[in-house]
């Protein structure tokens, strides 16, 4: 699967006092049951993961899913760890599609997804189906550690593909002290281990920072019966305005246009407490600066709205859509309430 270097916020959180009992709080638990530390990349490697640098609030926006993230992982004995890893892959975008049509939160290519029983037709695709693509990439996962019993031989297959990892194994992949020799892997895939290790780093070092401590270990998405929707909307009334949009997000797809799902995901009360029931992502209002230069270019601050596309904002903005792209690299999807970079002259 293509590393990207997605720019995708989840949910709008609500600023709320800080949790103050760690025992109850998510990211001291994770801390504690994260068991990559030592691994054989991590250890030769150290000042490169650290300075890579990790936007603390991407973790702190991805909350509700890394926790759901994490339940069907310790179901499946896979180190919490791997909690970050849709993160790294999609900006957790259910929808984020790369440009070599890798699609969804763990951006599975066509035959991955075939082999995980993940259907793909004109009207649907499971790859963007957040419960089946996560059991599925959970499946893969597994497969990956039983093939190579390293957990960073299974980053490197998961990101480069299996074959290359056994090919790379064959030409002196570790190195006579039984390290990972990164000069065996490509440049990608060595970004992306070291992506993943400060990803987690980060959470080992700052469970609590105000941005991360304020969480407790609670559900704050569940899986119910996708017949029992409403059902559960009467018994959970504080959660009943909950928008189609942030269903959607959590999902995938549009619930109230599939009813063939048999399952789906619901925000849970304690979603409310800390996240909007409105907004998908961390800010909610355009935002207009206009004293900003960029390479002598006069360029202003757009919040991206929904149904935004790159297409569109160029055309709004009178501006080329290359350079729209070219002035924002890391973005290669458009969310609603991403901040771009609008250049002129």
Not at 186 to 214: G, S, V, W
Request: proline share 5%; net charge positive; aromatic share 14%.
């Amino acid at each position: 699967m293509k590393f990207l270097p997605y720019l995708i916020f989840f949910y709008s959180a609500l600023a709320l006092a800080n949790f103050e009992n760690l025992d109850n709080a998510l990211y001291a638990s994770i801390a504690k049951k994260q068991t990559l530390s030592n691994s054989s990349f991590k250890a030769p490697d150290q000042e490169l993961i650290n300075q890579h640098p990790v936007n603390i609030k991407r973790i702190a926006n991805s909350t509700p899913l890394i926790r759901f993230y994490i339940d069907i992982l310790q179901q499946e004995n896979i180190p919490v760890d791997f909690a970050v890893l849709p993160i790294i892959e999609s900006g957790n975008n259910p929808k984020a599609r790369s440009p070599k049509n890798a699609l969804g939160l763990w951006q599975f290519m066509p035959k991955t997804a075939y082999e995980y029983n993940l259907s793909e037709s004109d009207f649907n695709d499971d790859r963007t189906d957040v419960l089946k693509s996560t059991y599925a990439a959970v499946m893969h996962l597994k497969y990956l550690y039983n093939t190579f019993n390293d957990w960073d031989l299974v980053l490197a297959a998961y990101n480069w593909g299996p074959s290359n990892v056994k090919n790379a194994l064959n030409k002196g992949l570790y190195n006579d002290q039984g390290k990972l020799n990164l000069n065996r892997l490509p440049l990608e895939t060595r970004n992306y281990l070291i992506k993943f290790h400060a990803f987690n780093q980060t959470i080992q070092n700052k469970y609590n920072d105000p941005i991360l401590n304020k969480y407790p270990d609670k559900e704050y998405i569940i899986k119910i019966e996708h017949n029992s929707f409403m059902s559960y909307l009467k018994q959970h009334q504080d959660i009943a305005n909950v928008s189609q949009n942030v269903l959607e997000h959590m999902n995938g797809f549009n619930i109230y246009t599939s009813p063939s799902k048999k399952f789906i995901l619901v925000p849970t009360s304690v979603f409310k407490d800390y996240f909007s029931l409105n907004e998908v992502s961390f800010k909610n209002k355009i935002n207009i600066a206009s004293n900003k230069t960029y390479k002598s270019k006069q360029c202003i601050d757009y919040q991206t709205q929904y149904n935004d596309t790159f297409n569109s904002i160029a055309e709004k903005q009178s501006i080329n859509i290359k350079d729209l792209r070219d002035y924002n690299p890391s973005v290669r999807f458009i969310r609603p309430n991403i901040k771009l970079n609008i250049c002129y002259g």
